[in-house]
């Protein structure tokens, strides 16, 4: 007869109320973290104490990234998100939209643009957070999210790649012989968003056709490391940046965080589609047993990347990578039961709690030097709380295509 002693096991932390109660007080500490961040031109890049830097110029992807944060907290019923969702929507329309050439400036001061390329990474943002807003019922989302989606069918979706090109000039003249896995990877969240928006599901099918060419393709040939750099033949680039290994949104080699995303992403494109192919599972599974094998490293933490040996690049611990495997192990445990991801549901949050949350300024600090010691080496101050804020809310919702979607249905658990 078996013992019942030994064979019981504590309930899962996403199981108990005292959890989910726990993470809902984390997500209104984290709204309230970002409202500091509103200013006239949409939202500010902030220091470690919450004030946004007026040196510099306002950001594209930081304000799309909180408008869409807003959003999500107007759809989970914290008092005072919609407005500030209506203030990024309005921004990205009024303030970085290029009224000539049509899309969105990157970086926008009080006299006018600073940069004029038209980047896809930052695109995305916009389209996440017009999806979202529309979801939200937010007045100013529905012409936002047509201007977006019309740029994003016309000058970065590649039908012939399956998959999203990388940049512009100003006039979309000149293409940047570049492919990068990051824009794209962004624009899956971003595509899962919009289908969900407007109920169109062809917006899946371009997430699926970009997460088969680098994923299904590239990341199982390289045993789940994700190469994240390419010409515009979609040939890799290994010595991609280098010589600027801490480089902001290109850095050189593997990043662990892109692993742990992605095999997040994997499982809401799953669950998009009425017919998943069943590698989805699988590369999900490989890429995050690859992603915590690789990148998590004593003391404690994720490294912030690898080469395609798997070897410590670059040692700073970024908060967003531990943010990204929460998301993950939660919703491999809903796919699969399997008790390791439960185990590093915990180590994560664990990880979390004593070393990147910020109870004294708000917010989680960005990064950590090798001593677990809060770092500015690769990024300065709490630019914004996406990651963080989405970390909380993916281990109270069912795996569906967008956060916002499962929200404006009513899942928030």
Not at 103 to 118: H, I, L, M, N, Y
Not at 359 to 368: A, D, F, Q
């Amino acid at each position: 007869m078996a013992d019942p002693i030994s064979d019981a096991r504590p309930p899962t932390w996403r199981g108990l109320r005292s959890h989910r109660d726990w993470l809902g007080a984390e997500t209104a500490r984290l709204l309230d973290f970002a409202r500091g961040a509103r200013v006239e031109r949409g939202f500010g890049w902030l220091d470690a104490a919450g004030t946004p830097e007026p040196e510099r110029p306002a950001e594209l992807w930081i304000t799309a990234r909180m408008a869409h944060v807003f959003a999500l907290g107007d759809l989970a019923g914290h008092p005072g998100s919609g407005p500030l969702a209506d203030h990024g929507l309005v921004a990205l329309r009024e303030v970085f939209a290029d009224r000539d050439d049509g899309g969105w400036f990157p970086s926008v001061a009080e006299t006018g643009p600073v940069r004029t390329d038209k980047e896809a990474y930052p695109h995305a943002f916009v389209l996440l957070a017009a999806a979202s807003g529309a979801m939200a019922g937010r007045e100013p989302a529905a012409a936002l999210l047509a201007d977006v989606i019309d740029v994003v069918e016309r000058r970065f979706w590649s039908e012939e790649e399956g998959a999203v090109v990388e940049g512009w000039d100003r006039g979309w003249d000149r293409l940047e012989a570049y492919r990068g896995a990051n824009a794209n990877m962004h624009m899956v969240e971003a595509f899962l968003a919009a289908g969900d928006a407007t109920r169109d599901a062809a917006w899946y099918e371009r997430a699926l056709r970009i997460a088969e060419r680098l994923i299904h393709g590239f990341a199982r040939e390289h045993d789940w490391r994700i190469p994240e750099h390419f010409d515009g033949a979609w040939r890799p680039i290994p010595d991609y940046n280098a010589d600027q290994p801490r480089h902001a949104f290109r850095p050189f080699g593997v990043t662990p965080g892109h692993g742990l995303e992605w095999s997040r992403l994997l499982l809401q494109v799953r669950a998009a589609l009425a017919t998943p192919p069943d590698w989805l599972l699988e590369a999900a599974q490989g890429l995050f047993r690859r992603a915590v094998t690789d990148g998590w490293s004593a003391p404690g933490g994720f490294v912030y990347t690898t080469g395609l040996d798997g070897r410590p690049a670059v040692t700073d611990r970024l908060h967003w990578v531990v943010t990204e495997a929460i998301g993950a192990a939660a919703v491999l445990h809903d796919a699969t039961g399997a008790a390791e991801y439960e185990r590093w549901y915990r180590t994560c949050w664990d990880f979390a709690a004593l070393h990147l949350l910020d109870r004294e300024r708000g917010s989680w600090w960005s990064e950590l030097d090798e001593a677990l010691r809060p770092s500015d080496r690769t990024w300065s101050g709490k630019p914004d709380v996406y990651h963080a804020l989405q970390a909380t809310l993916i281990p109270r919702l069912p795996t569906t295509p967008s956060l916002a979607g499962a929200l404006r249905d009513g899942a928030l658990a």
